[in-house]
Nanobody, 123 residues
Framework: EVHLVESGGASVQVGGSLRLSCAASGSFYDHYCMAWFRQAPGKEREGVAALDVTGAIAYANSVKGRFTISKDNKDTLILQMDSLQTDDTGVYYC??????????????????WGQGTQVTVSS
């Protein structure tokens, strides 16, 4: 079992930046792809960015050039979000699993999820 804990969510204005963190623990998490998803009110959860153990990285088109996914030296998953827009508002979730299909941003590929952290971007 993998335990994931997100932090860093906050309220910011359009154009601002936030840095989300996801601390992982448990079995085999260091062999898994780790990803960020988000869910806006009334919308389905969607993939934002993923970082596979192979080094492969995937971004949703809506965040390319603005968000950066990485891991720090303690294996904490980081999502650096710049030039935030109102459409970025939502609960951001960390997820982890082995992704054999290469479909890193598909919700159904992941069994392990954190509780989420709220990001609110206002104009």
């Amino acid at each position: 079992e993998v335990h994931l804990v997100e932090s860093g969510g906050a309220s910011v204005q359009v154009g601002g930046s936030l840095r989300l963190s996801c601390a992982a623990s448990g079995s085999f998490y260091d062999h898994y792809c780790m990803a960020w998803f988000r869910q806006a009110p009334g919308k389905e959860r969607e993939g934002v960015a993923a970082l596979d153990v192979t080094g492969a990285i995937a971004y949703a088109n809506s965040v390319k050039g603005r968000f950066t996914i990485s891991k720090d030296n303690k294996d904490t998953l980081i999502l650096q979000m710049d030039s935030l827009q109102t459409d970025d508002t939502g609960v951001y979730y960390c997820a982890a699993d082995f992704i054999g299909s290469g479909d890193y941003l598909r919700v159904g590929e992941y069994r392990n999820w954190g509780q989420g952290t709220q990001v609110t971007v206002s104009s």
